[in-house]
């Protein structure tokens, strides 16, 4: 699935937890944090590291998922950015995952 996203105000799309969160000033970092994301292990490990164990074995299985050979890519957009996500990731854990990178900061523009 490609996920088509915008950062329209990118200094504001930050989660709420700064271990997760992007903190990318310019268009390359935003790109390779989301890849880290939903590429590598650790992001997500380092989610589960947060929560007590009972909390992290009923976190649902679909949020773990990883996508090694995910791309992402970027341009402007305006005053913001416009990230497109080719990812296995579903809307689900895509959506997920950038809750945690930019709270609520972000807009879903298409997905395909």
Do not use: C
Request: proline share 4%; hydrophobic share 45%; glycine share 8%.
């Amino acid at each position: 699935m490609k996920f088509y996203i915008t950062l329209p105000d990118p200094e504001s799309a930050r989660g709420g937890n700064p271990a997760l969160s992007f903190t990318a000033k310019g268009l390359e970092g935003f790109v390779e944090q989301l890849q880290h994301a939903i590429a590598d292990r650790r992001y997500i490990e380092n989610w589960l590291a947060d929560m007590d164990e009972d909390e992290a074995d009923r976190v649902d299985p679909v949020l773990l998922t990883i996508d090694a050979k995910a791309k992402v890519s970027g341009k402007l957009h305006g005053l913001g950015f416009m990230l497109v996500a080719d990812t296995i990731l579903n809307g689900t854990a895509f959506k997920h995952r950038m809750r945690l990178l930019a709270g609520s900061h972000w807009q879903l523009v298409d997905v395909k």
